[in-house]
C-alpha cells in the first residue's frame, strides 16, 4: 500500500510564499515522476509540476519563474517552493506518485489547501 502525505499548505498574501512537503511510503518500485496537481473551485485538477526520475522538470506556463519543484529519491519524497504567490494560485494541492510495475499505476495525496489572499 502506498501512501501520499502532504503538508505546507496555509494562507499567505499576494506576492508571499509557501512551500509544499510531500512524503511517499510503502512499497514504492520504479518511480516515473512525482509532482503537484492543483485544482481551483468550479476547474479541472491540472499540473503544476513534475520531476521525474531522472531530475528533469516540467511546470505549467503560469508559474514557471515563480515555483521550483525538488525531489529526494532517496527518501520518496517531493517539494514545491512556491513564490510570488498570486490570488489565481489559490487551489487545492495535491501530491502525485506515477510508477511503472508492468503498467502506470498513480497514487495520491489527500490534498492541501493554498489560499492566497490580502
Known amino acids: 500500500q502506498v501512501q501520499l502525505v502532504e503538508s505546507g499548505g496555509g494562507l499567505v498574501q499576494p506576492g508571499g510564499s509557501l512551500r509544499l512537503s510531500c512524503a511517499a511510503s510503502?512499497?514504492?518500485?520504479?518511480?516515473?515522476?512525482m509532482g503537484w496537481y492543483r485544482q481551483a473551485p468550479g476547474k479541472q485538477r491540472e499540473m503544476v509540476a513534475v520531476?521525474?526520475?531522472?531530475?528533469?522538470?516540467n511546470y505549467v506556463d503560469s508559474v514557471k519563474d515563480r515555483f521550483t519543484i525538488s525531489r529526494d529519491n532517496a527518501k520518496h519524497t517531493v517539494d514545491l517552493q512556491m513564490n510570488s504567490l498570486r490570488p489565481e494560485d489559490t487551489a487545492v494541492y495535491y501530491c502525485?506518485?506515477?510508477?511503472?510495475?508492468?503498467?502506470?499505476?498513480?497514487?495520491w495525496g489527500q490534498g492541501t489547501q493554498v489560499t492566497v489572499s490580502s
Open positions: 502525485k506518485l506515477r510508477t511503472w510495475e508492468g503498467a502506470e499505476n498513480d497514487y
Open positions: 510503502g512499497r514504492i518500485f520504479n518511480i516515473v515522476y
Open positions: 520531476i521525474t526520475r531522472g531530475g528533469s522538470r
